[in-house]
Nanobody
Framework: HVQLQASGGGLVPPGGSLRLSCTAS????????VAWFRQAPGKEREFVAA????????YYADSVKGRFTISRDSAKTTGFLQMSRLKPEDTAVYYC???????????????????WGQGTLVTVSS
């Protein structure tokens, strides 16, 4: 059973940066797609970024492309989301998720992921 622990959230001014981490326990991320979603108050959970195990190509929501970078360490036990040039509209609870599926057409769908971390709050405000 994969357990995920997300961390790294906090308060940052507009234009600032944060790095979120997602640590897996119980097994590594080898063979898993790792993703980040976020949910702002009163809104649905939305896709942010994903990286597949098969080729490690990253995929991003248009709203974060060019500002966020998803990666994972060589040991495949920790995933990262480097966030730069943050905007107030990036404020949300950020969740990491993992699935053994690598189907491209389902990467952006929350219900495609079996394993979820508890969420970490990112607040972008001056």
């Amino acid at each position: 059973h994969v357990q995920l622990q997300a961390s790294g959230g906090g308060l940052v001014p507009p234009g600032g940066s944060l790095r979120l981490s997602c640590t897996a326990s119980g097994r590594t991320f080898i063979g898993y797609t790792v993703a980040w979603f976020r949910q702002a108050p009163g809104k649905e959970r939305e896709f942010v970024a994903a990286i597949r195990s098969t080729n490690s190509n990253p995929y991003y929501a248009d709203s974060v492309k060019g500002r966020f970078t998803i990666s994972r360490d060589s040991a495949k036990t920790t995933g990262f989301l480097q966030m730069s040039r943050l905007k107030p509209e990036d404020t949300a609870v950020y969740y990491c998720a993992a699935t053994p599926s690598g189907i491209l057409s389902t990467l952006r769908i929350p219900s495609s992921y079996e394993h979820w971390g508890q969420g970490t709050l990112v607040t972008v405000s001056s």
